[in-house]
């Protein structure tokens, strides 16, 4: 009983978080850039032949981003293209941590966003679900805090600024699709995986989104499958910008499908999570053609 009031309540508070403040959808000119508010950095590492690491610290929004910044290794030149990486409900943790480093190695710039400010994370899914509300109860908040992550990839010297995308992880890929649905400027793609498919209009609106985007969907996720139409929903309200939109079913998948410990922590809280390495296998292989597709060179015409 405990799992399924849980259940209940967590998607009871989507629904409300989902509606709530719909805040500013555009990049704002006139913001100051977070670049001059960063803190120093610690020197770049060399962590192995593949890529390097460093902590980076800057203002984002109404607190202090406490991030995590993977680059290709020294070898490799540059600039790189620049990929966000934003965490499940948990927060800045190893995981997302170690997905930039993933990234990395692939040759992107990749960079561990820490949306709840200062390196929060939580170890409950109580915490999670307040942290996570609190987050998305402010859709201008965290526009902020989005905006300040792209920018801040954006101006580091290693990147491609013309090469921007953002992946994102549970509810982690909400923010990255409503990153999209917003129209954000310097955006050209995002790739969700097992997302809760949560997207609120645009404030100010916007007439078409520029961004390709590829949902990896969970179909035994019941945060998004017991409620019906939940997807066709999310699916119309892309479709009202123009999206460029593919969403690729996972039959035989769940909630975090992608994170490793999926199943313990499931266990631990009895929350319906489960991973599969099968669909974690497919899905990275979907990611990296995705990538290469979006910034391959185009096809000379006649």
């Known amino acids: 009983m405990k799992s399924v009031s849980f259940l209940k309540a967590l998607l009871t508070g989507s629904a ?18 977070p670049d001059n508010q960063e803190t120093p950095r610690k020197p770049v590492e060399d962590l192995g032949p593949d890529y390097r690491s460093e902590e980076v610290t800057f203002k984002a929004g109404n607190v202090a981003a406490k991030a995590y910044l993977a680059l290709p290794a020294k070898k490799v030149p540059g600039p790189y293209p620049g990929i966000l990486v934003c965490p499940e409900w948990w927060g800045h943790n190893d995981y997302v941590r170690m997905r930039a480093e993933m990234l990395a190695e692939l040759g992107y710039a990749a960079l561990a966003m820490d949306v709840y400010g ?22 201008r908040e965290m526009n902020a805090r989005v905006l300040a992550h792209l920018k801040f990839l954006r101006g580091r010297p290693e990147v491609d600024g013309t090469k921007i995308a953002a992946i994102g992880y549970g509810s982690g890929g909400d923010v990255c699709l409503q990153m999209a649905r917003n129209g954000m400027r310097g955006l050209g793609a995002v790739i969700a995986f097992h997302p809760l498919f949560n997207v609120v209009p645009s404030q100010p609106p916007i007439r078409k989104a520029t961004a390709k985007v590829m949902v990896c969907d969970a179909l035994e996720d019941p945060y998004v499958h017991l409620r019906k139409g939940k997807v066709e929903a999310f699916r119309d309200e892309m479709a ?6 593919m969403i690729v079913p996972f039959p035989n998948a769940m909630q975090s499908f992608t994170v490793p410990n999926a199943d313990i922590v499931g266990e631990k809280f ?4 489960a991973y599969s390495p099968e669909a974690d296998k497919r899905a990275w292989g979907l990611l990296r053609g995705f990538l290469r597709d979006l910034w391959s060179p185009a096809s000379p015409s006649g």
């Open 16 to 33: 409300i978080v989902a509606l709530a403040g719909q805040g500013a959808a555009l990049e704002d000119e006139s913001a100051p850039s």
């Open 118 to 139: 200062n390196g929060q994370k939580a170890h409950d899914p109580k915490t999670a679900l307040k942290m996570d509300g609190s987050l998305k109860a402010n859709q």
């Open 240 to 245: 009202s910008v123009k999206t460029d939109l």
């Open 270 to 273: 009895r929350i319906p999570q």
